[in-house]
């Protein structure tokens, strides 16, 4: 497709979301948030399900000049199924000019997309509601201080992961939420990363010409959670697509196609040591099996896309 | 009963600072309370912790009004309109400042007539320990104007460094440095303010009109009329004469604190800027330098 988006320098510079926000000094999550709604334009409804994004709008201050709707963690996308289907009603009756339509976005953070409110965005995608859902994966419950999520990768240390002999992060794998998502063969499924903009571009450009649901997990590194400085939070997206960790891909109707697919992939370690959360495994000795189980799970990965 | 205000920003300990001043005067044998108070945990963002010493039983909660000592973590925050609470004050409160600023310059520029301790931290902490714990250091010279005796103090800071996981050889330096701070304060008297206790009573809520009752709100954009506190003490400026024009400081700003002016430049809003440098550090040419704010 001939994107109208080739280089930073085609992104809109209308702003949607004017500053003065209560969120923390380089969120990851909060420079998509940016991005996306620049993106989708005016006319556009954000659903937020409770998490970091929270902070966005405090009583009674809202940095959105377009709608706004705050719902509990689980209920986004059923509020958004009744925000569309208020505005289809309204157009219909001719309530509402076809043109005033808003675009319906469901944000919510990883631990409302692949925990508590699972059931409800499977049940939205099930019905083929007509939205965008963007999902800003910090893998963890960052809001309420960085407490393990059900998106929280192998290995990752967290204030609710119990340290034990063999390792000091979790035991848990994260969950693939891009595959049970597209197990529900929706029209559009995709993974994005704030240091590849013009892959961000062109995805929410692509998707901007389907109908249903629309549905992307944006890698979002979370300064005070992950240990990084938050000017280092591009650098930290980046290695984590080159590395090979987060992979920038789409899923057309079921059919996964990887966006970006590196001749070389750095260490796995290059991207563990830049956080906090992965010190573990570097000091006060090498766990060396752990860092090689890791890599090998990435390489796992790759080895069955690209054979 | 003796209370205790601490104020800092997110990631600068002050919640643990008033764990240290809490545990070390229960050792000690006195009643305590100590808590933090935010929003909700966010790195920068000026926080609140408060502390309650007494001989007897202690029954208040919640916030601090009209503490014995306020313990300020740095400068910044002392002219700070928008204190989340507002904190009451009353002549007999005494300061506590972390500041390289003299005493004299200090009770100047803020007009503050109280009782006011400053000690530098940058200026103690060096040859000790290259990131200093602000929570601890601020802790310890509490706990001298407290009375406290010093193995109390340390074996508090042992205890709370060790509960967030700091390895050995930090804490080591922690409460080298926690000692010196310590030695450095002199005692002043710290009052027991009279307590400002209202009228309690019982109140019962009116019925109001859902329009009126719920949290709407029905302005767009308007974040920026927040009474915002200053995020950091440093801000990002562009050298013009280099820049090229490529948009990568404007495309990477979480805060929206960036435009592009007509010729294509791009311009920080320093009152939208919370000064996470990431646009000093993606700068393809390297033009951003970070200037520090306030420089007088």
């Not at chain 1, 009674?60 to 958004?80: D, G, Q």
């Not at chain 1, 930290?236 to 992939?265: D, S």
């Not at chain 2, 009116?206 to 949290?215: F, G, Q």
Request: glycine share 6%.
């Amino acid at each position: 497709m001939d994107s109208k988006y080739k280089t930073l320098k085609d992104m809109p510079l209308e702003e949607e979301l004017v500053p003065g926000t209560l969120l923390c000094a380089g969120c990851g999550g909060a420079l998509l948030v940016r991005i996306f709604e620049k993106m989708l334009g005016p006319n556009a409804i954000t659903i937020n399900a409770a998490g970091c994004m929270t902070m966005l709008s405090v009583f009674p201050y809202t940095p959105f000049k377009s709608s706004w709707f705050y719902t509990a963690m689980a209920s986004a996308p059923a509020a958004a199924q009744g925000v569309r289907d208020a505005l289809d009603m309204l157009i219909e009756k001719k309530k509402v000019d076809k043109k005033d339509d808003l675009k319906v976005l469901v944000l919510t953070g990883d631990g409302a997309a692949s925990g508590i409110g699972l059931q409800a965005t499977s049940a939205a995608i099930h019905r083929g509601l007509d939205f965008y859902y963007l999902v800003y994966d910090n893998e963890a419950y960052s809001n309420t201080g960085f407490q393990a999520s059900e998106s929280s990768p192998f290995g990752s240390a967290t204030k609710t992961t119990v340290p034990t002999d063999i390792i000091e992060g979790s035991t848990l794998q994260k969950k693939d939420l891009f595959e049970i998502w597209r197990a529900h063969r929706p029209p559009y499924v995709a993974t994005i990363s704030p240091a590849y903009m013009t892959d961000v571009m062109h995805k929410i450009e692509k998707s901007s010409q389907i109908t249903g649901p629309k549905l992307f997990i944006a890698h979002s590194p979370c300064p005070p959670g992950w240990g990084i400085d938050s000017d280092k939070v591009i650098r930290v997206a980046k290695l984590a697509v080159e590395t090979g960790i987060w992979p920038l891909k789409e899923a057309v109707n079921g059919e996964v196609r990887h966006t970006l697919i590196q001749g070389k992939r750095l260490p796995v370690e290059e991207y563990l040591k830049t956080q906090e959360r992965f010190e573990h495994l570097f000091k006060p000795v090498r766990k060396e099996k752990i860092i090689a189980q890791l890599q090998q799970s990435v390489d796992y990965y790759w080895k069955s896309v690209t054979k | 009963m003796i209370t205790v205000t601490l104020r800092g920003r997110g990631g600068q300990g002050i919640k643990t600072g008033a764990h240290v001043i809490g545990t070390a005067a229960f050792l000690s044998g006195f009643y305590v309370q100590d808590q933090p108070l935010y929003g909700a945990e966010r790195r920068g963002a000026p926080i609140s912790a408060y502390v309650r010493i007494s001989r007897q039983v202690i029954l208040d909660r919640g916030q601090i009004d009209n503490p014995s000592l306020v313990v300020i973590g740095e400068e910044s925050l002392m002219g700070m309109a928008s204190d989340n609470p507002p904190h009451e004050i009353s002549e007999s409160t005494v300061i506590l400042v972390n500041s390289p600023l003299s005493k004299s310059d200090l009770a100047s520029r803020y007009n503050i007539k109280n009782s006011l301790i400053v000690f530098d931290l940058v200026k103690l902490s060096s040859g000790i320990i290259e990131k200093p714990h602000l929570g601890i250091a601020v802790a310890a010279a509490a706990c001298k104007l407290l009375g406290l005796n010093f193995d109390f103090v340390k074996e508090s800071i042992i205890k709370e460094l060790v509960n967030i996981q700091v390895n050995r050889d930090e804490i080591a330096r922690n409460v080298d440095l926690a000692s010196k701070v310590f030695d450095t304060i002199s005692p002043v008297t710290i009052t027991t303010p009279r307590e400002a206790y209202r009228e309690s009573g019982i109140l019962e809520p009116k019925y109001h009109e859902p329009a009126i009752s719920t949290c709407a709100i029905t302005a767009t954009g308007n974040s920026m009329l927040r009474d915002r506190a200053q995020w950091s003490n440093y801000k990002p400026v562009i050298d013009y004469d280099k820049c090229t024009k490529c948009m990568v400081c404007y495309v990477y700003c979480p805060d929206s604190a960036y435009t592009i002016d007509s010729e294509g430049y791009p311009i920080v809003d320093y009152d939208a800027c919370k000064g996470c440098n990431i646009c000093k550090t993606e700068c393809p040419v390297k033009i951003i330098t970070l200037v520090e704010r306030n420089k007088r």
